[in-house]
């Protein structure tokens, strides 16, 4: 196991496959229907991860005008604390940069940004202060130099985990904006903080908020950025009774507004991940809340005008379709694709099921895309999808023929 295992979720531990020997498999192309009777899908394994190259891959994949990909691993390399690699566009990939988990940080997560120079930047979730090991923002050029632009204290300014996931960039021109799971405020009931939203200019950090006691969620995770300058984003946990998370707004006078709570039923809970949506709505993931066979979680969409929440889809009314959404959504004309941790197949080796890929048309209807055998496919995928000019879609799974995980290809 790479070192970045020993940070998972321990509220996902409940859920993980169990552990089993898989025959050793070179290439692996599978033909699969989407359960609604949509036309066949080809998903093939595109680049296998041999933890030299990677380990634990986090999805998120990010391309450039050439068709590479550039995406973070959070385990492997030379140390064991995760890379930054280039996969070209038949898979193969190359490390641009091998984390130390000391002062250059370790463990990336997320997304990463590509400039107009083709520098990349990212955050690590651990090394940086080494009093604190909260994590960093870094910037990394193309002759593999890299930068920390901060180094987390895990006080006022905020502390990175890798608990979650979540974690990405936006904007560069301006400065990079971001979120961090804790630190902040220093009277926070969940006792490391309740976190932050923060933006890096210049070598500086500003914190542009800090949530509290007092916020409508806390603990926020991944960030989107409209063309004003304004923030948006989730918060995953709340101090304030009758929420289970908030979908909020940060304007460029640095107001904070929430623009809806969930109540952990119905309406989803503990959301996870935003994106934009169609017609100025926000779409985005919850782990929790939905139908109560389960609880396993919700697509949902917010209009940021009204506050009205419409959940797209609830997770666990059939386990074969997947539970517990993994990874923020991807919007492709009408059509919104993602992946869940669970549900789907069912075997010896994934006793929860080894999650989905799946697609919500536009007319609303549901359907699986891919379900995953744990195999030499993987399992639990996670992170966004993204979609080349051919109109394949990327994503990566843990697991697979290496044990270190994998980016797979889903051809239309």
């Not at 552990?19 to 699969?32: E, F, I, K, W, Y």
């Not at 690699?85 to 002062?103: C, E, I, R």
Request: with cysteine.
């Amino acid at each position: 196991m790479s070192k970045a295992g020993q940070f998972r979720n321990s509220r996902w531990k409940a859920f993980l496959c169990a552990g089993s020997t898989l025959a050793l498999l070179t290439t692996l192309v599978l033909t699969v229907a989407a359960a609604s009777g949509a036309q066949a899908q080809t998903f093939s394994v595109f680049h296998a991860f041999n933890n030299f190259d990677g380990s634990d891959p986090n999805g998120d994949l990010i391309r450039d005008s050439a068709g590479n990909f550039y995406g973070t691993a959070q385990g492997g390399g030379t140390s064991g604390f995760g890379v930054v690699y280039k996969m070209d566009p038949t898979g193969n990939v190359s490390v641009l940069y091998s984390f130390t988990g000391q002062a250059d940080g370790g463990v990336p997560t997320g997304r990463l940004l590509l400039d107009t120079s083709g520098n990349l930047y990212g955050v690590t979730a651990t090394g940086g202060d080494p009093n604190c090991n909260c994590g960093t923002v870094f910037v990394l050029t193309t002759t593999g130099l890299l930068t920390v632009l901060h180094q987390f204290t895990g006080g006022t300014d905020g502390a990175l985990s890798p608990i979650n996931r979540r974690y990405g960039l936006v904007a560069v021109g301006a400065g990079l904006y971001g979120a961090t799971t804790f630190g902040g405020s220093p009277h926070c009931d969940v006792g490391l903080g309740c976190g932050t939203l923060f933006k890096v200019s210049g070598g500086q950090e500003t914190v542009l908020f800090r949530f509290s006691t007092t916020s409508a969620g806390v603990s926020p995770s991944d960030l989107i950025r409209d063309q004003a300058g304004n923030l948006y984003g989730a918060s995953a946990g709340s101090n304030v009774a009758g929420s289970d998370g908030a979908i909020f707004k940060l304007d460029t006078t640095g107001k904070m507004t929430t623009l809806y709570s969930f109540t952990g039923g119905a309406d989803g809970g503990s959301p996870l991940a935003v994106t934009g949506g169609a017609n100025g709505l926000i779409d985005g993931i919850a782990y929790a809340g939905g139908s109560s066979l389960c609880f396993c979680g919700v697509v949902f969409s917010v209009d940021p005008t009204t506050g009205k929440e419409s959940v797209l889809h609830a997770f666990g009314t059939v386990s074969a379709d997947g539970n517990f959404p993994s990874g923020s959504l991807l919007r492709v004309g009408g059509n919104l694709f993602g992946t869940t941790f669970y549900g789907g197949t069912t075997n010896s080796v994934c006793s929860v099921g080894c999650g989905v890929v799946y697609r919500i048309a536009s007319t609303g209807t549901y359907s699986v895309v891919y379900r995953f055998t744990g195999g030499a496919d993987g399992q639990s995928p996670g992170g966004r999808l993204i979609q080349d000019a051919a109109g394949n879609l990327y994503g990566a799974s843990t697991g697979g023929t290496t044990g270190n995980g994998l980016i797979f290809k889903i051809t239309p």
